[in-house]
């Protein structure tokens, strides 16, 4: 008798905190795989380059969307997604990057900012990290204002998904002499490929997708598994709740995992068991 009261009261408990975490799950979509971000490319190297990005998720389908400016005309500009997949959290470099003080933050002072390349955006082929970062005939070429349009569509891990929030955008080449071409006058030689301008090679704009801060892990911060991204997120959305009942927490955790197995079973249907 009171142990069913007490449930029915659960329930009346439970219920706007379940609402909340619906509207919770929602935000979570990204860790399904569906969602649309926007990136704001903001100059490095005092580039002038600027532009914005839309990163598009339909499963393990990303789509790439480039409008940017200030490349240098008529050249290749190096293109990849940088960043983390084990929740550790990178930043677009300031002009504090430059630690060597020669006047240009090059890709290997910015990689201690942005992170590694994890996906190379090129035009076709294809965009691993290792053997496609640097294959210039592959990446994008501004047209003779300096512009550059890029849409590509890649299929990407699960990793990715579920950090897709944690990865930026970085365009590379830069004109420090301004003559409309990359050469080993403005800048010397690249210190990734000794046979490459550090003008083709150094980062002329970087963006963060816009909100990644809200909610993305601190280096050094939660440890990360392979578990489910609402199941990690969980305890610091339920912080705001302060000391409701167990019974709340556990009964929103089932939501959100027969949610998730909804979504799981409806993806791996349409998936029709393609990889
Ligand atoms: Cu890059």
Redesign the pocket.
């Known amino acids: 008798m009171i142990a069913k009261r007490t449930s029915r009261l659960a329930v009346l408990v439970a219920l706007p905190a379940a609402l909340a975490l619906t509207a919770g799950a929602s935000s979570q979509a990204v860790a399904e795989g569906n969602g649309a971000y926007q990136i704001n490319l903001s100059q490095l190297n005092n580039s002038g380059s600027k532009g914005t990005a839309m990163l598009s998720l339909k499963g393990h389908e990303l789509t790439v969307k480039i409008e940017s400016e200030g490349h240098v005309p008529g050249q290749p500009s ?3 997604l ?1 960043g983390s997949t084990d929740g550790h959290d990178f930043h677009c470099p300031d002009p504090s990057a430059d630690t060597n003080g020669d006047g240009v933050i090059n ?1 290997t002072e910015a990689t201690v900012d942005y992170g590694n ?1 994890n996906i190379s955006l090129t035009t076709k082929g294809p965009t691993d990290a290792m053997g496609s ?1 640097l294959a210039v005939d592959r990446m994008p070429v501004a047209d003779a204002q300096g512009k550059l349009s890029y849409e590509r569509t890649i299929p990407v891990s699960q990793a990715v998904v579920d950090h897709i929030k944690d990865l930026h955008i ?1 365009q ?1 080449g830069i004109d420090r002499n301004n003559n409309q071409k990359y050469d080993f006058e403005g800048a010397g030689k690249s210190e990734l490929d000794p046979k490459l301008p550090q003008e083709a090679t150094a ?1 002329t704009n970087c963006g963060e997708v816009q909100g990644a801060a809200v909610g993305s892990i601190p280096v050094g911060g939660v440890e990360t598994g392979t578990g489910p991204v609402e199941e990690k997120a969980m305890p610091a959305a339920m912080i705001g709740v302060g000391g409701a009942a167990f019974v709340v927490v556990t009964g929103a955790l089932a939501l959100v995992r027969r949610r998730r197995g909804v979504l799981l079973a409806g993806r791996n249907r349409s998936n029709g068991g393609a990889a």
Do not use: C, E, L
Request: proline share 10%.
């Open positions: 190096a293109q990849h940088h890709n390349i970062g970085v590379h980062p």
